[in-house]
């Protein structure tokens, strides 16, 4: 059973009723005695015994600006002095404070042992819950009064509003205080709880003119809660770059809370996410501005060196950025773009591949170290190629060069996906067992896609999905490059970049180790290279909107005289354009084709909007309608042409689709496809049809708003 909302599985109907109703606001349970509406019957269960209970002393109460407009009601205060602000978890597993019995004295309480204190589990509990600990968890843990600072989490920042711009260390790592924390014992699956006190205490005491923005939003702890996981279980698998399974909340700083809270606000279904999504990302981005010298100092307890987790937070930041509705957030992820490569370089690159693993007989916590130890450095492993991937992404969309040279990136691989997805120290050790390990670094696997197969000493490595994608960007910098008009001393030519683009094709296909999923979304990444290589996508839709007075707020860069440069019949006819339309449509075909969970891809955008753009040319052009080959060999779209070079896809055979596809890009015989059992495309059918996918996409990335309103203005102008 899903929940109609967020698409999130339950096993039992009362759990999803119970969780829909956090996205409906539904509250059938009232309190007797005061007429207060509850959303959940064991939440009133424990609000009507405060009316039984007398207690002499009354704490004061959290600080208005997180207590949800809509939702507060006359303060009626626990006998610890919090206000009984019931904003109902989805989740089925009940706070700490609430596992905690909190009758008597503060002191007494302070000093018992948690385990004699906790209270017995419901037998309906849901124990497959990402963070099972969060209901209430946002009122529950906000009182930080000395008077009460046996609740305060570990994680708690000491700071005040008086203090947050004048101290270095106001966003400084949670660690940093933990020896003024008093210890409180160990709590279990205690650690959202933290994470989300974290974030609290940064929007209580930031600025006013931002948290005056988060005070409009209404935070919640579901709300939260709920960002978290979805960021967890949707983003983290299409762009893996925490290790979810020894993640601790406790050792993250508040930037990088922030920044997984906001992506993860993408993927939830009330219209408000947006607005509570761009104010977290907002408080993470104030905190990095003023506070980056000292968050870069900051080092993990398995950290291989210090500023790891600045470098997560800024990659993070700019994903969120770059495909954010926001057109202000969008200037300011770009504009933040080349700083966040000069913090990558202050962490030097360490290898991930452990040279002594533990031994089968080592004991449990020998392994847990050991391979806590290895996350990190593949943490830091894949941080630091992140910020390539989201380069050629940032770069395209802003019509600039890369900000770095993708050829010269001397990192090694990460490790493959079986080892970083281990759920257990056992289960990473048998991965890393069966592995192994490798010497290539990034830029001599670039540079081999060039050389002579005989002479290529990495033709027949199996390449992680991972590394893929960072190979794929290497070459999409360096069709950047080929495309610049003035030419730079040392960038392949076109038909050697196809070349090379045929043997990642090729990389792509044979892989034992790429799940389906993830060799769609390589081979749409591999269509959108091969499709800029035709033609500049970017320098497409700016021709189109400049010459037809369209205001686009999509792709950057100068306009120039791109109205009288552009001859759209012309180019239409030319075998780029047929190139390009091939690997447009096949972008459309695999967008469709992603499944449900996997169609959250950061390139997915920028993709289809390229083949779109090459849709409105051709349509433009005049040629609505076209005939195609009935099956597409990619080998031949990338070799017709350039035969005569040495070594270009030597031994394809001249028979079957190889020469259809041939005949169709040289411009032969392709009206006679239709009747020889071709396929025939209607593209302005098709560009309507892509409309839809746009608005789909527009609750996942709110650029897709932008892009859906450009290609909007397109049809029109084919009708």
């Known amino acids: 059973m899903e929940c109609r ?62 207590i949800s407009q809509q939702t507060r009601m006359p303060d009626v205060l626990s006998p610890m002095g919090i206000p009984d602000i019931t904003n109902e978890s989805p989740r089925s597993m009940p706070s700490i404070s609430d596992q905690i019995s909190i009758t008597g004295d503060q002191n007494s309480i302070a000093g018992s042992s948690v385990a004699q204190t906790m209270q017995p589990l419901s037998a309906d509990l849901d124990f497959d819950l990402t963070w099972p600990d969060s209901e209430d968890l946002f009122e529950t843990l906000m009182a930080t009064e000395t008077t009460n600072q046996w609740q305060m989490p570990l994680t708690t920042l ?95 700083t508040q930037p990088l809370l922030l920044n997984a809270m906001a992506i993860g606000s993408l993927y939830l279904g009330p219209k408000d996410s947006v607005a509570k999504g761009e104010a977290l990302w907002r408080l993470a981005h104030v905190a990095v501005t003023t506070s980056w010298e000292v968050l870069i100092t900051h080092q993990g307890p398995y950290d291989s060196c ?109 490790s493959t996906e079986n080892a970083f997805e281990a759920a257990s120290a056992d289960e990473w050790l048998n991965c890393m067992r069966c592995s192994e390990p490798t010497s290539f670094s990034f830029r001599k696997i670039i540079s081999s896609l060039f050389l002579p197969e005989s002479q290529n000493p990495t033709l027949n490595q199996t390449f992680s999905a991972y590394s893929l994608r960072v190979i794929l960007e290497g070459l999409q910098s360096l069709v950047s490059d080929c495309d610049n008009e003035e030419g730079l001393i040392g960038v392949p030519s076109k038909p050697e970049l196809r070349r090379a683009l045929a043997q990642i094709h090729e990389s792509i296909s044979s892989s034992p180790n790429i799940s389906s999923p993830e060799r769609l979304e390589l081979f749409l990444r591999w269509h959108t290279i091969c499709l800029d290589a035709c033609k500049d996508s ?27 440069e552009m001859d759209f019949v012309s180019w239409a006819n030319t075998e780029d354009a047929r190139r390009a339309l091939l690997h447009a449509i096949a972008i459309q075909e695999i967008v469709e084709q992603l499944p449900r969970g996997r169609a959250h891809v950061i390139h997915i955008p920028s993709s289809l909007f390229a083949s779109a753009t090459v849709y409105c040319v051709f349509s433009l052009a005049g040629q609505t309608t076209v005939n195609l080959p009935s099956v597409v060999d990619w ?19 001249e028979g079957g689709n190889v020469s259809e596809t041939k005949k169709y890009i040289r411009g032969e015989c392709s009206s006679i496809f239709g009747a020889q059992g071709g396929a025939s495309k209607n593209l302005l059918y098709e560009l309507n049809s892509m ?18 309103d450009v290609i909007d203005q397109w049809i029109s102008l084919c009708h």
């Open 691 to 708: 409309q839809k996918l746009f608005r789909c996409l527009c609750s996942q990335w709110g650029i897709a708003y932008d892009m859906e």
């Open 158 to 252: 000491p700071i005040s509003s008086r203090s947050l711009y004048t101290s270095n260390n106001a966003f400084a790592s949670p660690t940093a205080f933990r020896e003024d924390a008093p210890s409180i014992g160990s709590i279990p699956s205690g650690e959202s709880h933290k994470a989300v006190h974290n974030v609290s205490n940064m929007v209580t005491t930031l600025s006013s003119s931002v948290t005056a923005a988060v005070e409009a939003t209404s935070l919640s702890s579901v709300f939260l809660d709920e960002c978290l996981h979805m960021f967890f279980s949707r983003f983290i698998p299409t762009f893996p770059v925490l290790h979810k399974s020894t993640f601790t909340f406790r050792e993250c």
């Open 306 to 414: 210090p500023g790891v987790q600045l470098v997560v937070t800024s990659l993070l930041a700019q994903i969120y950025g770059a495909l954010s509705k926001n057109r202000t957030i969008r200037q300011t992820s770009q504009a933040f773009h080349a700083l966040s490569f000069f913090w990558a370089r202050q962490c030097p690159p360490s290898s991930s591949n452990p040279t002594n693993l533990p031994s089968p007989s080592a004991t449990q916590t020998e392994k847990e170290t050991a391979w806590r130890t290895w996350a990190a450095k593949e943490i830091q492993q894949r941080a630091l190629l992140g910020h390539y991937l989201v380069d050629g992404l940032i770069s395209r969309m802003s019509g600039e060069t890369p900000s770095v040279r993708h050829t010269a990136n001397q990192l090694g691989l990460p």
């Open 635 to 653: 080998q031949s779209v990338l070799s017709s042409g350039y035969e005569h070079i040495s070594g270009s896809l030597d031994g394809i055979l």
């Open 538 to 564: 970017s320098l497409l839709c700016r021709s189109v909107c400049s010459r037809y007075n369209i205001a686009q707020h999509v792709v950057g860069g100068k306009g120039g005289n791109e109205k009288d």
């Open 5 to 66: 909302f967020c698409q999130k599985s339950f096993s039992k109907g009362e759990h999803l009723r119970r969780h829909e109703r956090s996205h409906t606001g539904a509250r059938p349970f009232r309190c007797k005695e005061c007429q207060r509406p509850f959303a959940r019957q064991d939440s009133l269960a424990r609000h009507e015994k405060l009316h039984s209970r007398k207690e002499p002393h009354q704490y004061p109460s959290p600080p208005s600006s997180l």
